[in-house]
């Protein structure tokens, strides 16, 4: 089960302080068990590798997260393959800890990737917003279509709980809500307006206008149910109407679900308000992979749209059960390291 945590970024370690004496700090403050943030034991594993001392602090919190670290070293064995990933270049100017911690390491489109970030795909580790939103405009330059829309994760925690259905509406005008065919949402259960990280589940919601619903796809069956219909309940109304999208195909395939009959359960009707559907999807074996979960699972969703597929099938279950698995879980994270660090190469 997944514990909610303070947001690391947000507090400025004091002068002279190594930044994992802060974490240590937040953690011991905040009543932490480590058994429960994984993300901050695998930031304190990668300093301890690299022969950071803890100094002035308490014996127990520093001696419970080395023996800790210590104790998942062979457990965590592939870590030291992020280490050249991570890790700042030889010819780095930057030498104070706690700056190198912040630098900058990609600027792509409307996001800026630092070393913090990096940091969380560094180890067993929740996801945070940046990493999901900058994964997110990078798979929108790769369908490369007007009809799919996939909103940043920052847009679609606020329009959930931004409470004015005025500025909601304005903002849903902004996105073309009503002119997309595919929006794809990331749900997270924080619903603090002033504390954007302190979530600590990540989950998947689809609306897709030729089944006129919202499908959710949550890799922890029922966590994030709530959460979702929060999401689903603030913007349903700014979808606009099933027969509005602009796609022969999408008219020709409500036509053939009318003729059927077959799906009337499963798909709202085109003039009707969008209905909300759990959609079934691969379940985690751990408490802090949702986030490559909805990594994978937006991908596999865009790229079954954007091919044939979406001609054949009425929806992308199918999809899903075949290409998002486990094994993502040892993957996942390596092949988006790598992506930044082609991307920042070629920048």
């Known amino acids: 089960m997944a514990f909610s945590r303070p947001s690391l970024r947000k507090i400025d370690p004091p002068r002279g302080f190594d930044l994992s004496e802060q974490m240590i700090y937040i953690v011991s403050s905040f009543g932490c068990r480590l058994i429960f943030d994984e993300c901050i034991v695998s930031s304190f594993y990668h300093k301890w590798r690299n022969g950071r001392i803890f100094r002035n602090v308490g014996v127990d919190s520093g001696q419970l997260i080395l023996n800790d670290v210590k104790g998942r070293e062979r457990e965590w064995g592939g870590l030291d393959q992020f280490d050249s990933l991570r890790n700042p270049s030889p010819t780095s100017s930057i030498t104070d800890p706690c700056l190198m911690e912040n630098e900058e390491v990609l600027t792509y489109k409307d996001f800026v990737l630092r070393r913090t970030d990096l940091d969380v795909l560094g180890g067993p580790c929740y996801l945070n917003d940046q990493i999901i939103g900058f994964y997110f405009?990078?798979?929108t330059s790769l369908v490369k279509s007007e009809d799919i829309l996939l909103v940043p994760p920052s847009v679609?925690?606020?329009?959930?709980?931004?409470?004015?259905?005025?500025?909601a509406k304005a903002c849903a005008e902004d996105l073309k809500l009503?002119?997309?065919c595919l929006v794809l949402f990331a749900v997270n259960d924080n619903d603090d307006l002033g504390g954007g990280?302190?979530?600590?589940?990540w989950s998947t919601m689809a609306y897709y206008r030729n089944m006129n619903a919202f499908v959710h796809h949550d890799s922890m069956e029922g966590v994030n149910n709530l959460n979702?219909?929060?999401?689903?309940?603030?913007?349903?109304?700014?979808m606009g109407s099933a027969e509005s999208s602009s796609t022969k195909l999408s008219k020709s395939r409500n036509k053939k679900k009318k003729d059927k009959g077959a799906s009337s359960k499963s798909v709202g009707a085109p003039s009707a308000e969008p209905c909300f559907?759990?959609?079934?999807t691969p379940q985690q074996s751990n408490g802090y992979d949702c986030g490559l979960y909805v990594l994978a699972i937006s991908r596999t969703i865009s790229q079954w749209y954007s091919s044939k597929h979406n001609a054949?099938?009425?929806?992308?279950?199918?999809?899903?059960?075949?290409?998002?698995?486990?094994s993502l879980e040892l993957k996942m994270?390596?092949?988006?390291?790598?992506?930044i660090k082609k991307l920042e190469a070629n920048s």
């Open 277 to 280: 559907l759990e959609g079934p």
């Open 156 to 167: 679609s925690f606020w329009l959930a709980n931004c409470g004015d259905e005025e500025s």
């Open 137 to 139: 405009s990078y798979l």
């Open 333 to 339: 994270r390596t092949e988006v390291l790598k992506l």
């Open 312 to 326: 054949k099938e009425d929806n992308w279950f199918s999809a899903l059960n075949e290409q998002v698995t486990a």
């Open 178 to 180: 009503s002119e997309k």
């Open 228 to 238: 979702a219909l929060k999401l689903f309940d603030a913007v349903k109304a700014f």
């Open 197 to 201: 990280e302190s979530g600590s589940h």
